[in-house]
């Protein structure tokens, strides 16, 4: 994301955290700097922490429908 774009309404829809791994499911409208125009995402996060450090981190997204 470019230093322009804006995060907004940003919800935690779920989070599991089992042992060093952490899954969280949520959603925020991204506004483009640039274009100005604004997309519905959702997103899902799953870290895994080793000896206090970050070793893996991924990231899926998808345009969400709005209603």
Excluded at 40 to 46: I, Q, Y
Aim: proline share 4%; hydrophobic share 40%; no cysteine.
């Amino acid at each position: 994301m470019g230093e322009d774009t804006k995060l907004t309404d940003f919800a935690i829809l779920a989070m599991t955290i089992e042992d060093a791994k952490a899954t969280v499911h949520w959603r925020v409208n991204v506004r483009s700097g640039i274009t100005g125009a604004t997309v519905p995402t959702e997103l899902v996060d799953v870290v895994e922490i080793r000896e206090g450090f970050i070793v893996n981190y991924n990231e899926i997204s998808t345009p969400r429908e709005t209603p």
